[in-house]
């Protein structure tokens, strides 16, 4: 069974670099993608972006700019980070196994299972 | 991008009752819609996906319906453990979006 554990600052000031590790359980770094979602208080889900086993990436287009997610197969873990945070990016951050999900385009992260517990990372001055 | 309507926002329901959320989609994403349950503290849970295929372990009181832009989520004969956030994802639609979700609370 999959399991994700995840871990990181929890408490930034504005400008400052968000990174957040998640390891994977369980299951190597095979077909799956490997998300980050987040959600800010008294707001929806937010898909930030992904990685696959081969270190390929797709984000979201109005992160892409601040956004890296990266894989370290030797540890089975991977990572966020985001720069220059403000405080919209405050948030509850969670990482999930996406599994693939195939059309004629080709194949991406479809569905989330599992989820990490989630970590709330607040911007602040 | 595709937005996400979930409705009743809090949906108020007895234990053993029948619990009917809904989910619409600004446009269609056929099939490819999942259900998620969420307890305070807790990571998420995948329930359905495929908008009506069970995932591994969960019970059949809980099922999926609908295809295009509408969708439903019942479960039936509510039990304590099933008050919760549930929350719909399309991945049909480039970039995947969620639902505000619907907070089942017990009545």
């Known amino acids: 069974q999959v399991q994700l554990q995840q871990w990181g600052a929890g408490l930034l000031k504005p400008s400052e670099t968000l990174s957040l590790t998640c390891a994977v359980y369980?299951?190597?770094?095979?077909?799956?993608?490997w998300s980050w979602i987040r959600q800010p208080p008294g707001k929806g889900l937010e898909w930030i972006g992904e990685i696959d086993h081969s270190g390929g990436t797709n984000y979201t287009s109005s992160l892409k700019s601040r956004v890296t997610i990266s894989l370290d197969t030797s540890k089975n873990q991977f990572s966020l980070r985001l720069t220059s945070v403000t405080a919209a990016d405050t948030a509850l951050y969670y990482c999930a196994r996406a599994l693939p999900y195939c059309t004629s385009a080709g194949c991406r992260g479809g569905r989330f299972d599992p989820w990490g517990q989630g970590i709330l990372v607040t911007v602040s001055s | 991008e595709t937005v996400m309507t979930q409705s009743p926002a809090t949906l108020s329901v007895s234990p053993g009752e029948r619990a009917t959320l809904s989910c619409r989609a600004s446009?269609?994403?056929?099939?490819?819609l999942a259900w998620y349950q969420r307890k305070p503290g807790q990571a998420p849970r995948l329930l359905i996906f495929?908008?009506?295929t069970r995932a591994t372990g969960i019970p059949a009181r809980f099922s999926g319906s609908g295809s295009g832009t509408e969708f439903t989520l019942t479960i039936n004969s509510l039990e304590s453990e099933d008050f919760a956030v549930y929350f719909c994802q399309q991945y049909n639609n480039w970039p995947w979006t969620f639902g505000h979700g619907t907070q089942v609370e017990i009545k």
């Open positions: 495929s908008a009506s």
């Open positions: 446009q269609s994403v056929f099939n490819s």
């Open positions: 369980g299951e190597s770094f095979s077909e799956s993608y």
